[in-house]
């Protein structure tokens, strides 16, 4: 378990961060749930990825950039996931969808 988490932590801090949106109060945590949304695609793990964009289409406010920044995330990790990284078992994703959460609740608290 812990290999695991300490895995998914690696691949997320590994996938690039898009510096462009830098500037935009919750860009990074949207980021973080697209990476997990695409690792989670690329798993067959339906559950987190359909948790991962409920989080992000019921908390950040519906923009173009926000949709971009979601789905470029997603699409850079589901093809880093399909290079052959091991996909962490349904535990580890709840634990970094969990967190994922709480930083975008906390870059959006008026969305809730």
């Known amino acids: 378990m812990k290999f695991v988490l300490t895995t998914l932590a690696a691949v997320l801090l590994t996938l690039p961060v898009f510096p462009a949106h ?20 690329a ?3 339906p559950a987190i990825a359909s948790r991962a964009r409920n989080a992000v289409t019921t908390t950040a406010p519906k923009t173009r950039a926000n949709g971009e920044a979601f789905e470029t995330a997603t699409n850079a990790a589901y093809l880093e996931q399909g290079k052959g990284a091991p996909c962490p078992d349904t535990a ?11 930083r975008l609740q906390a870059a959006f608290p008026a969305s809730r």
Request: net charge negative; proline share 3%; glycine share 14%.
């Open 92 to 102: 580890g994703f709840n634990a970094a969808l969990g967190d994922a959460e709480k």
């Open 22 to 41: 830098a500037a935009e109060p919750g860009t990074a945590a949207i980021e973080a749930i697209g990476k997990i949304n695409g690792m989670a695609l």
């Open 43 to 45: 798993c067959e793990q």
